[in-house]
């Protein structure tokens, strides 16, 4: 379809435009940053007008947040897949963390996004949210580390400093898979998980 061309309405309930919107400007702030990715250059990418974005998002602070939980969505789903529930929090700890890894690598768009994210005003107040257990019904790996807590499996540390022994080593291990610096086989994303357990287990 021909956007210069297409009927307003057509662009409004087109099916699918939502979705290509969000994944330009994945394209285009993974690439560049937040500041180098106007709305304009979404729209470019996207193949839309600029006009057309402001019908789906009311600005570009609702369109990076709405990325950002579209990201997280696709990760939560991939956490939950065969999800150990009833298996000890070590295996538990595990499967979080290989499934976690394996994303990232997969994923080295949605990587890059969430690195510019996390180190942006709008990471910082995701994060405290996070850690302080506000604006989430659920949050799987929180909830693992303070069940490690209440039972007296993890170091008994504050719980962003957890956090950061429990996933910081895999957010540095997939940077430096996606870069090249090293190659992640399931063997190595497994001891990788694992020595991140280590690292905070009593």
Known sequence: MNVHSA???DLVTAPGKREEILRAALEVIAAQGFHGAPIAAIAEQAGVGAGTIYRYFENKDVLIRELFQEIRQRICAGL???????AELPVRFTHLGAALLRHLISNPRDFQYLEQFHNSPYGVEFRRDRILGKGEDSDLC????????ARQLVKELPLVVLFALAFGPIIAVARDHNLGFIELDEGLIKATVQACWDGIRK
Do not use: K, V
């Open 80 to 86: 939950w897949e065969d999800y150990p529930a009833e």
């Open 7 to 9: 009927n307003i309405g």
């Open 142 to 149: 929180r909830g693992l580390l303070e069940e490690g807590l």
